[in-house]
């Protein structure tokens, strides 16, 4: 345990359906990521919220919706994904502008599966 | 268990031997480094991390050398154990507010 949640941990969608991933962090952070790691390209930063307003959008498909409600919660909504939308999909939070205490920490990830 | 980064350079080692992993960094004002370890279906985690006014740093069987000429950054593992196995990402940042950025990734797989 990281300090970081995650879940579903596995999630397997269809192409028409809409779900979502939900992360929280117990570490009193105020800076919170998505990345999706795949094999074809690991680790790509998707989305950053810090103080919860979003500061970084890293031309993501607005088939993700991201929503950062407070400081310890971020939700990653899915709709109409495609296959190649398979990954896994990973929360991170840090304490900024104090990165330098240990960068980032991560959950253990949502395994997504689009069928 | 679960693949992370199926076509990622591969590091073999015997079970014992020490291990070492490299990473070439992309910016030469970067001021901090870190490398993560992440294992088969989980996140990566954090393993230690060295500022830029250092060159070496050392952890419980793990050291961190920084060769800022060059933009090499390298993890060496004494006594790898089976343990060890795992994916190792390098990550720098590059200043200010802009996020880390990881490196691709190398995968260690131990010899028992």
């Known amino acids: 345990e990281t300090g970081v949640t995650q879940t579903p941990r596995h999630l397997v969608m269809g192409m028409t359906n809409k779900k979502s991933l939900k992360c929280e962090q117990h570490l009193g952070h105020n800076a919170m990521y998505w990345y999706k790691q795949s094999a074809k390209k690991p680790l790509e930063l998707m989305f950053v919220?810090?103080?919860?307003?979003?500061?970084e959008n890293n031309s993501v498909p607005s088939r993700f919706s991201p929503e950062c409600p407070n400081s310890s919660h971020l939700f990653l909504h899915l709709h109409t994904l495609q296959p190649e939308d398979s990954a896994l999909y990973l929360c991170a939070s840090s304490q900024e502008p104090d990165r330098e205490m240990n960068g980032y920490t991560f959950g253990s990830g949502t395994r997504l599966t689009v069928v | 268990g679960e693949s992370v980064g199926l076509h990622l350079p591969t590091l073999s080692v015997q079970e014992g031997d020490n291990s070492i992993i490299n990473c070439a960094y992309s910016n030469s004002a970067s001021d901090y480094f870190i490398w993560y370890k992440q294992e088969s279906g989980k996140g990566p985690q954090f393993i230690i991390d060295?500022?830029?006014?250092?060159d070496k740093r050392q952890g419980q069987r793990v050291t961190v050398l920084l060769n800022k000429t060059v933009k090499h950054l390298s993890l060496q593992i004494a006594a790898t154990q089976p343990g060890d196995s795992a994916v190792y990402f390098c990550a720098e940042n590059i200043a200010g507010n802009t996020p880390l950025v990881f490196g691709k990734g190398t995968r260690l797989s131990v010899i028992a």
């Open positions: 919220y810090s103080l919860e307003e979003r500061v």
């Open positions: 060295i500022r830029s006014n250092m």
